[in-house]
């Protein structure tokens, strides 16, 4: 239920109603989707909130301001605030707010107290039910879904959107991803009940005109929205997606706007844990559902480079699944460890499934730190193989600070 943390706005004043809100969902590229609105806004000249989750290293990434982390200071001063509404809220029989919640209700309080023009709130889990949902947007974005979190979404396609689609409110503009897996029809169903525009965003209506090391172009022919000589700085196909659905997004709500704005809003997008390169040929990526995983796949399947890849996952998350589609891929080693977390895979386990899928060496370390260490002697002073850190969210902050402190 809302209730609880709606009687705790309303004890703030209601800090989310001063707030232009962007509001995006979905199972896999929110984060991307967030930064890609986020950097075409600023680009057009906006002042942005960006609150996304989780974060990879400090909680301070969660906050941004024309896209630089919240001070300690501005985030201890919001939990203050937070705080005192907890102690108030208690004493008139309110329960505790959750974490999640509490991280909330700090940035709608820290946020409103700011000169902003747009707030890009990303949800941290389904939609319906959701704390974000509590906010007024502007315009709804809901990108690719697909299987996770299964045991509170929900365990088909059409319920995990179903969930999803519950950031819809009534009149207000909603751009979604439009794939072929039942997802797209229970949100125009959704829409249509709330008298809502959909703007559906088809794999078909983008074009990859080139891609070359670390970029990709291509362009966007869509019924409702075309432009070309877009570019993004990555390595990864799925960013064009992505940044396809931010283009529309920002068409949808300004009409108006240059494609220029666009252009460069898109090529100066930067997102950590996406396939980044933290060193050279050394890339890291929060994949961990089946449908990141397919999409790791799709951009790695026609590289003419050897790879190596160093896995760690969640034991809750379908890893058997995320290891077949990663068999097929001609990986040279494959390093597997355990992430720094008490929802760590058994590592034996993860091995087993990759002896039956993968047809490479296969080592096994107790720490992320042993196999990352173990991976960069491998790969020599040459550097020539490409090192792939993937599986989890968790694994990408460990390796991001461990390279902090090597490179």
């Not at 937070?82 to 707010?97: A, D, I, T, Y």
């Not at 172009?217 to 960013?239: E, G, H, P, T, W």
């Amino acid at each position: 239920s809302l209730s609880n943390l709606s009687d705790y706005l309303e004890l703030a004043n209601h800090p989310e109603r001063n707030l232009r809100v962007i509001h995006i969902a979905g199972t896999n590229g929110k984060g991307s989707v967030s930064a890609y609105i986020d950097s075409i806004l600023r680009q057009a000249g906006y002042t942005t909130a960006l609150f996304t989750s989780p974060h990879l290293v400090k909680i301070n990434e969660r906050f941004r301001i024309n896209f630089k982390e919240c001070s300690d200071e501005e985030l201890i001063l919001a939990w203050c605030q937070v705080k005192s509404f907890m102690e108030k809220g208690e004493k008139q029989g309110l329960q505790p707010l959750t974490f999640f919640e509490i991280l909330f209700l700090m940035g709608m309080i820290l946020f409103s107290q700011k000169e902003i023009d747009y707030c890009i709130l990303e949800t941290g889990l389904g939609g319906r039910l959701d704390a974000t949902v509590l906010s007024d947007p502007v315009l709804s974005i809901i990108t690719s879904i697909s299987y996770d979190h299964m045991e509170i979404l929900g365990d088909t396609i059409e319920k995990i959107a179903a969930e999803k689609a519950g950031i819809i409110k009534n009149g207000i503009p909603v751009v979604a991803v439009d794939e072929e897996n039942g997802a797209f029809p229970v949100i125009e169903r959704t829409a249509k009940e709330k008298k809502s525009p959909v703007y559906g965003l088809k794999s078909q209506d983008l074009t990859i005109l080139k891609k070359y090391e670390n970029k990709i172009d291509f362009s966007i022919n869509s019924r409702y929205y075309k432009i070309s000589n877009l570019k993004v700085k990555s390595y990864a196909s799925y960013q064009v997606q992505n940044a396809a659905l931010a283009a529309l997004a920002a068409h949808v709500l300004l009409p108006d706007l240059a494609e220029n704005v666009i252009r460069n809003g898109i090529l100066e997008m930067f997102w950590a844990g996406r396939m980044e390169e933290i060193a050279e040929n050394v890339y890291v990526d929060g994949a961990h559902n089946p449908g990141a995983v397919r999409q790791i796949y799709n951009s790695l399947a026609d590289s003419d480079k050897e790879w190596l890849l160093l896995f760690a996952v969640c034991s809750d998350k379908d890893y058997t699944e995320m290891i077949r589609i990663l068999g097929k891929i001609p990986w040279k080693r494959i390093y597997i460890t355990k992430i720094d977390s008490a929802r760590g895979a058994d590592t034996a386990a993860v091995r087993q499934c990759f002896e039956e899928a993968a047809g490479c060496p296969i080592c096994e370390f107790e720490s992320a730190g042993e196999a990352f260490k173990a991976a960069l002697r491998d790969r020599g002073d040459e550097k020539e193989e490409n090192l792939l850190c993937l599986g989890s969210l968790y694994l990408v902050g460990e390796i991001k600070e461990l390279a902090a402190t090597m490179f």
